[in-house]
C-alpha cells in the first residue's frame, strides 16, 4: 500500500472484473435432491512461486447441492505431491466427519461418504498398513484417515483431474475452464435465472399494457404538487423501460434515449395545467429542449411564486373605519349644525342668504311659496342618527334632499350676487 506498483493495479482490476462478472452467482438448492453427502479433495503442490508452499482445498455436496467448501494455504512445505494431497485428505476427512454426525444428530441415515481424490499414490498409502521413510512424517495422518476407512465412514474413490470439483479451491484457471467448474458446482445461477424468465415471461404483455394504460389516465389534479406528481410519473416511466429493446450499436441507442427524453419532456408539459402555460411555452421554444429534471426546476420555482401571492393577498389589510350611521342602503349625507352658526346671531339669521339681520322666514330674496318648501323640508331632517359619527349633532339627508339643496344653494348665490 505505501509503494504500490503497476502489477498490484492490475491484481485490483482483475478482482474487480472477477467481481462484476460474478454478482448473480449464488448457490442453487434443489428441493427435490437426495440426501446423499459427498465430497472432492486436491491440493496444488508447491504452487506459490513466492515461499512454494502448497495451497489444500475441499468441497462437500449434499446430492448437488454445495454445502461446505474450503481453500487453505499450508503453513509448512511439502517435499512431494503426495505429501499434500494426503494432508488435504486428512483436513476433508475431519469436515466429513463433522458434517457426518451432523447429518445424523437431524434423524438422517447417512451410508459412507464418499471421498474422490486424483492422486493414486495417496489412495494406495490410505489403504497400506506397511509405513516407510517416506510416510513417517505423515504418519499421524496416514493412521487418522485409515482408521475411519476401517470403520466404515468414508470411502475413497479415485477421479480424473478434469472432474475434480475441488481444484477450483487450489489454483488459478482459464475462462473456460472456469467457467466448467463453476456450472458444475452449480453456482453460476443460470438455470434459476432460465426458470424466473419463462415462468415471468407470459404476463409482460399484460403489465405493459396496464403501466401504458395507467400512464395515460394519469392527471394533474388541483390540490397535487408538482414533484408528487413528478414522481408518479417517473415511477411509471421506470417501470415501462424493462420493455425497452436492448441496443448493441451505441450511435442507435443514444438516439434512441434522445427520442425517450424528448417523449418523456412533452409527455409531461402536455398534462400540466393552464396556469403554467407561458412556462410550458418558454420551455418548448428552446433549443435544445431542456431534459425533464431542468423543466420541473422551473416549474416548481413559478409554483413557489404563486403560492406567496395567495399568501400575500390573504392577508388583513388597514381601511378606514366604517360608522355605523352610514347604511348601504340609505344615501346620508351630513349637514351644518346649529353649532356652526354665528354665536350672538342665532335668534335672527338667514340660512338662505347668509346674513344676520333677518330670519329665513322674513326673506325676501325667495318667493313665499319657496319659503315655506323649504321650512316644511327643515322640519322633516332626523336629527337623531343611529350610531356614533365624528360630529355627535350632526343631521343626515337622503339624496334627493342633497340634490334640492345644492340647487337652492346655487340659485340663491346668484340672486345674492345680483344684489350686491
Known amino acids: 500500500m505505501s509503494a504500490p506498483r503497476s502489477t498490484h493495479y492490475a491484481v485490483a482490476l482483475r478482482i474487480l472484473r472477477y467481481v462484476k462478472g460474478t454478482i448473480f452467482h449464488g448457490l442453487h438448492f434443489s428441493s427435490q435432491s437426495s440426501l446423499i453427502l459427498r465430497a472432492y479433495s486436491d491440493a496444488d503442490w508447491a504452487g506459490d512461486p513466492t515461499d512454494r508452499r502448497s495451497t489444500i482445498g475441499y468441497c462437500f455436496f449434499l446430492s448437488d ?11 509448512v512445505v511439502a517435499r512431494s505431491s503426495t505429501e499434500v494431497e494426503y494432508r488435504a485428505l486428512a483436513d476433508a476427512t475431519s469436515e466429513l466427519l463433522w458434517l457426518h454426525w451432523l447429518i445424523q444428530d437431524l434423524g438422517i441415515d447417512s451410508p459412507s461418504v464418499t471421498l474422490h481424490c486424483d492422486n493414486h499414490n495417496a489412495i494406495q498409502i490410505a489403504h497400506n498398513d506397511v509405513f516407510h521413510e517416506r510416510t513417517k512424517h505423515i504418519e499421524i495422518d496416514c493412521h487418522f484417515i485409515r482408521h475411519h476407512l476401517q470403520q466404515g465412514v468414508l470411502h475413497l474413490v479415485p477421479v480424473r483431474s478434469i472432474d475434480q470439483l475441488a481444484d477450483l479451491f487450489t489454483k488459478t484457471h482459464p475462462t473456460s475452464r472456469f467457467q466448467d467448474l463453476l456450472s458444475k458446482l452449480k453456482l453460476t445461477g443460470k438455470e434459476v435465472w432460465d426458470y424466473l424468465a419463462e415462468r415471468y415471461s407470459s404476463v409482460d404483455g399484460t403489465n405493459e399494457y396496464q403501466l401504458g394504460l395507467e400512464l395515460h389516465h394519469l392527471r394533474f389534479d388541483s390540490g397535487q404538487t408538482l414533484t408528487n406528481f413528478y ?36 409527455h409531461f408539459l402536455m398534462v400540466l395545467p393552464p396556469d403554467y402555460e407561458h412556462i410550458r411555452a418558454s420551455l418548448l421554444h428552446r433549443h435544445p ?7 420541473l426546476a422551473e416549474l416548481r420555482s413559478e409554483e413557489t411564486r404563486k403560492k406567496n401571492m395567495v ?6 389589510v388597514l381601511a378606514t373605519p366604517v360608522w355605523e350611521a352610514l347604511q348601504p342602503s340609505s344615501q346620508s349625507v351630513r349637514v351644518p349644525s346649529p353649532k356652526n352658526i354665528p354665536s350672538g346671531s342665532q335668534k335672527k339669521y338667514c340660512s338662505f342668504c347668509r346674513r344676520d339681520t333677518h330670519s329665513y322666514e322674513d326673506c325676501h330674496s325667495r318667493s313665499k311659496s319657496k319659503r315655506k318648501e323649504y321650512h316644511n323640508r327643515q322640519t322633516a331632517v332626523v336629527t337623531d342618527s343611529s350610531g356614533p359619527s365624528p360630529d355627535s349633532s350632526s343631521s343626515t339627508l337622503t339624496a334627493a334632499d342633497v340634490e334640492t339643496t345644492v340647487t337652492q344653494v346655487l340659485s340663491r348665490t346668484n340672486l345674492h350676487s345680483s344684489a350686491l
Do not use: M
Open 311 to 316: 399568501y400575500q393577498h390573504s392577508q388583513s
Open 65 to 75: 447441492s454445495l454445502i461446505s467448501w474450503r481453500s487453505k494455504k499450508q503453513s
Open 289 to 295: 429542449l431542456p431534459t425533464v429534471g431542468q423543466a
Open 231 to 266: 414522481n408518479k410519473l417517473s415511477n411509471l416511466w421506470n417501470h415501462l423501460a424493462q420493455f425497452e429493446p436492448t441496443w448493441t450499436c451505441p450511435i442507435d441507442a443514444a438516439a434512441f434515449y434522445a427520442y425517450r427524453d424528448r417523449s418523456r419532456l412533452c
